[in-house]
């Protein structure tokens, strides 16, 4: 069964050509007869492999920030000469490359170190591409889960390091040494190469640089031989947008109204608290999102995490903020009195100093009059009958001008005074408590009024620290850009579009 396929293959190339016949299946006999992939292409054992390595990322597919977990789709090029693979193709009719499986060649073994899910192998075992002069090259594709360590700090205007570390699972660094693939200018390719014509972008982070680095790590005694890591680093900057529309924006929008709360007018009673509580309420389900998105850490809370607290504090002083001016708004005569002092702070010197003029001296000054029409004559009226006996009130001007003629008919009316004197004592009641209500009234709007202007200064205070506030944290995370590495950007810029010569069939 074994030798069906090779025979197969040659009675195919025998029928393929005409000309020359496919050397493929003696080379492979020529290779293979004697080869043992389990031994390391050395002639001596003291020899080292050099191994040549080029990362090219295809897809950066995600960041978990949750699971603090990097998954990249990449291709792993993997080189190497082989003596025991050497051949010139003049001997086996101008063979350039033999493809053979990756199983019945030796490999390096490289694996991901730092992978997250056990899977340190590559994704698809392809065949090996063995070229003239024993040659080696290997491309597996590979889609990685790495560890990254997910810096909060300014989520969501970070930017995170994460590394992908590759090394040789069995061979150490005498063994097997690594060098970086030589582009076509022959510079060494220290950094992952992204193909712009192949790399999907991802919606969510910006690469900006990617170094590699190979890393000796000395052994633990001095004739112990070390190991030799790749390091790839990818400097990734998230793209905030997502966040600002969908997070941020009605953030800031819901915290603002928690300031109306200081327009509604204290008779609302506790519906300024209501607002206030509410707009608590709508933060506590932001902090809710946040908080399943990012990792449990306590290392660092995150730059919207602070906001909102931050937000959720002002909220709560605005509430309590909102049940002091209610107490003192709906205070009334009977339960305290208004202190001169009081009244100075916040009926004269706050007004003044919001320069809000002062809204009391209108009505106010209407006041007088109105007293002065109803009270203040009922008051004259009734002092006038106070201060003298009632009977000598009634009778005096009587007796000046009649004289003793009509003391008589004084002396009835004078028997008819109980009633009068009921009537006057009515009359003095009702004066008394439309005063008292009046006096009242005035207290009552007095307290409204310091509400108010409590209201006023309390509402100012709390939009500076608002705005002040919010903008320092923002600001925060604004300036928390990519340091200036000094690394080549990871992505090279387009080259700009050349013209077009026109194509040579069109000269004539
Ligand atoms: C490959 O074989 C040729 C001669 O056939 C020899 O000159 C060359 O050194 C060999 N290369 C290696 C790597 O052994
Ligand atoms: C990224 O992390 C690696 C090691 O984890 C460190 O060596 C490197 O300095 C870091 N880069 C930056 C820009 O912080």
Partial sequence: MVGVLPAALLLLGLLGSGKGKNEELPLYH???DNYDPESRPVREPEDTVTVTLKVTLTNLIS????????????????????????YSKEDFGGVETLRVPSELVWLPEIVLEN???????????????VYEGGFVTWLPPAIYRSTCTVEVTYFPFDWQNCSLIFRSQTYNAKEVEFTFAVDDNGEPVNKIDIDTAAFTENGEWAIDFCPGVIRHHDGSSADSPGETDVIYTLIIRRKPLFYIIN???PCVLISGLVLLAYFLPAQAGGQKCTVSINVLLAQTVFLFLIAQK????????????????????????????????????????????VSSRLRHVFLELLPRLLGSGSPPEGPRAAWPPRRASSVGLLLRAEELILKKPRSELVFEGQRHRHGTRTAALCQSLGAAAPEIRCCVD???????SMRDQE??????????????????ICFWAA?????????????????????????PPCIQPEPAPTSISPPISSRK
């Fill in 30 to 32: 020529h290779l293979f």
């Fill in 294 to 337: 990012i990792p449990e850490t306590s290392l660092s809370v995150p730059l919207l995490g602070r906001y909102l607290i931050f937000v959720m504090v002002v909220a709560t002083l605005i509430v309590m903020n909102c049940v002091i001016v209610l107490n003192l708004s709906l205070r009334t005569p009977t339960t305290h009195t």
């Fill in 439 to 456: 006096a009242a009234g005035e207290e009552v709007s007095d307290w409204v009024r310091m509400g108010k202007a409590l209201d006023n």
């Fill in 115 to 129: 992978n997250i899910d056990g899977q340190f192998d590559v994704a698809y075992y392809a065949n090996v591409l």
């Fill in 63 to 86: 960041l978990n920030e949750k699971e603090e977990t990097l998954t990249t789709s990449v291709w792993i090029g993997i080189d190497w000469q082989d003596y025991r693979l050497n």
């Fill in 463 to 487: 939009l500076v620290l608002f705005s002040v506030g919010s903008s320092l944290i923002f600001l925060g995370g604004y300036f928390n850009q990519v340091p200036d590495l000094p690394y």
């Fill in 247 to 249: 997070i941020i924006v």
């Fill in 426 to 432: 009515a009359v003095n009641f009702v004066a008394e």
